[in-house]
């Protein structure tokens, strides 16, 4: 079951939006009622009247209460006319809104917080930049450098660009439009290193085929008509039927509208159009397909049935030159008919069902990862600013559309047509149906050629053992080519307690005032060691430094000075304790400990009272207690966040429940709706202690664990998925990770692993051979690595938990893991008090083994 929010594509309902001093509400009556301000009711009569309407049907009602509001931008409801919607949400929803004006927009934004468009994109969050135009918000933002830098993604990037440029999945008219990039859907083996597997991205889909082009520019060339401009093709990338196409299969949650909207607003009310289909308990792609097609499927040979089929049509096809959706890179399940419907039969009686998948891929979830990683491949990247210049930039329209065989027909193109002076209704009805339903071409970005992406030429070191020194020299990283590594081990530092480490935190972002490395030992003692920013390979080895002071340069990490001194004082006060009335019936592992982004806050549970405390890392002392169990803490997990922003903290506990609990970044303390934190949901289902959690704000999910139970999945509004079926023989898990993608792995005991799909499915499960302590996944997902009481630290392939690498034997059992910001060390927690920091280049594996499927 996958959640998705969208637009009724056909007739708009009438909506009331009343922003209030505290929950918020849309309300859709079946017959919209007279309402204006002077006769506004109170809250409460809202509420009543709303409880009354809703038991008697007459109102479609939707309570907006949550975490973190945030108001996107002012976007487009269609290419004729000036931005007129505004997009309201949260990290796990949105609503599109269609107002009547730019002056409704401006009251809206002017009434919200200043949210902005979101500080991840380099853009003021002010009220002005909610109101920019696409173009601004791209010359504002600071993502094209750091997709240029490699810091983000190809698909991220993408993400960016159709975001701004007013492509929504709210919206199937406008949804985001990603490129076709492999061109081999036939042969049972796809090698990604030849460049002929690869589309060409310089070109429009409709221009790869020379004699379709040909026909295109012939047509443009001979095109007379005095009202209508020439064009190449008469159809689009991207309509709502084709989204609709693509995800015919789709499911979606049965809690679909659940949105919330807590920050405190001023008391008005605004009619508005929210484009938004009704509630469909089980699925809204197929019920929304059927009432385009007029009650019933489309002809099954017109039906998505064939990834290679689909390929081969937009090749050959004078009418069909479309795209592809970005659900082609992460939604397996877009490809499968779970719900069993009858799509018919085709013209050779083969059944419509489940999506064909090219020979080179065993199951749905292979070909969307191979699909991601030829997007994200050296091929695509060196390519990916020409595609951007046809559907986003300077070939998108004028001579050089014409020049590139970019050219559509011209209704397509915002600001074509002034509807406003069309006075005819019917010629009016028409272009609107016309725009609506037939292509729109996203806002223009650019008007000069988008910058390339930075090769991979880059500086690189090698060392040279006759000199025992670093030397560092140009080196060109083709896509079979990675780099280096002197030594696997970095470094090694020894703690004067021998406690074993069972928790690191690594919070080394430059940006960061100290950035450091938090290790807590089981004997309840924690230090913050400082972490070298500064620390480069072509300095000289720390073996040959000559004093101190240059060993220090020359080291990523030293110890906590604080640590150091108590080591040789009696003083208490130098001491960096958690107290020592911690249950004695609990194991303390490394989920027993969170920390904030810069270091300066430690959350620790177990302790006997069933509380979980926050120690400020200055001081030692404790800054909160936080009450909510009925049982000890057992286990904790942080949502990602940055320094200034909100984040979750989930609990576990021997109660069986798990708590969320919303953590203040202006107050730094975990708060609730009056003075004392309060659990911002209970999630339940447990029936023994919680052994294990897991959260993800982006993904909005909470995954858990219990002692020889299951792992649950909930949404963090509280409201329970799905459990995960353990493979047999496989119990009582200890340790989860989740990506950012949406796998799930699951460490259970006696080194048991397997990985999960978000929607459940089981993707591989493998019996290792060591007790693992402790896993940890790379910041996309792609690679696990994991230690336990061998001393041995692993790096698997995440997908089929193929093993890659093993770091050499460390002295005792590794007890905890954790990446430095920029993935370039791994550092390890040992039995023994020491911690081991690993070089780990992770495009080694990458390069080594993507090659052939």
Known sequence: MTSKKGIEILRPPTWKMVLLR???????????????????????????????????????FLLLPSPFCVISHATRSNPTTSADDGILGSPLASILFAFPDQATVKKV?????????????GIPQTRRASMMSPRQLMRSSNMTQKWQRREISNFEYLMFLNTIAGRTYNDLNQYPVFPWVLTNYETKELDLSLPSNYRDLSKPIGALNPSRRAYFEERFQSWEHDSIPPFHYGTHYSTAAFVLNWMIRVNADENTFLFILRETLELFLIELHLKMFKHISDEPMTTMFLALQGGKFDHPNRLFSSIALSWKNCQRDTSDVKELIPEFFFL??????????????????????????????????????????????????????????????????????????????YLTYEGSVDLDAITDPMMREAIENQIRNFGQTPSQLLMEPHPPRSSAMHLDTFWTPSTKLHKTLPILQSPMMFSSIPDDVCMTIKFPSNSPICHI????????????????????????????????????????????????????????????QAANSSNPALRRHLGDNFSQKLKIRSNCFVTTVDSRFLVACGFWDNSFRVFSTETAKIVQIVFGHYGVVTCLSRSECNITSDCYIASGSADCTVLLWHWNARTQTIVGEGEAP??????????????????????????????????????????????????????????????????????????????????????????????????????????????????????WRTFNLALLYAFPACESSVRSLALSHDQKFLLAGLANGSIVIFHIDFNRWHHEFQQRY
Not at 37 to 44: A, F, K, S, Y
Not at 768 to 790: A, F, I, P
């Open 22 to 60: 505290g929950p918020s509400y849309l309300l859709s009556s079946l017959s919209p009622p007279e309402c204006s301000n002077r006769d506004l009711p109170c809250e409460q009569k809202i509420q009543r009247d709303l409880r009354n309407g809703i038991e008697r049907g007459a109102f479609l």
């Open 109 to 121: 934004i002017k009434a919200l917080p200043r949210v902005g468009v979101g500080i991840k994109y």
């Open 332 to 409: 397996p399940e877009m490809l499968v008919n779970s719900n069993r419907y009858r799509l018919g039969r085709q013209e050779d009686g083969s059944a419509v069902g489940d999506v064909e998948l090219p020979p080179w891929a065993s199951s749905p979830e292979e070909f969307i990862r191979i699909n991601r990683m030829a997007l994200e491949s050296e091929f695509v990247s060196c390519q990916l600013h020409q595609w951007i210049d046809l559907i986003f930039g300077y070939k998108q329209k004028g001579p050089e559309a014409v020049r590139a065989t970019n050219v559509f027909y």
């Open 505 to 564: 935190s690594a919070n080394t972002y430059p940006q960061l005032p100290l950035p450091s490395v938090v290790t807590v030992t089981t004997g309840q003692q924690f230090a913050v060691n400082r972490w070298n920013t500064n620390y480069a390979a072509s300095v000289q080895s720390p073996s040959y430094a000559d004093t101190p002071q240059a060993q220090a340069a020359n080291q990523p990490l030293s110890m906590d000075p604080v640590l150091s």
């Open 678 to 795: 309060a659990p911002r949901a209970t999630l339940t289902g447990h029936e023994q202690p919680v052994t294990a959690v897991v959260i993800s704000a982006e993904l909005g999910l909470v995954v858990s664990g219990s002692y020889y139970g299951p792992v649950l999945v909930h949404t963090t509004f509280g409201d329970l998925l799905r459990s995960l079926e353990a493979p047999n023989g496989f119990s009582s898990p200890e340790n989860i990770a989740m990506s950012r993608e949406g796998v799930i792995v699951v460490n259970y005991e006696r080194g048991h692993v397997a990985a999960f799909t978000i929607n459940g499915k089981r993707l591989r499960h493998e019996s290792h051979n060591d007790n693992l302590q402790c896993l940890l996944l790379s910041r996309d997902g792609e690679y696990l690595m994991t230690g336990g009481d061998k001393g041995i630290v692993e790096v």
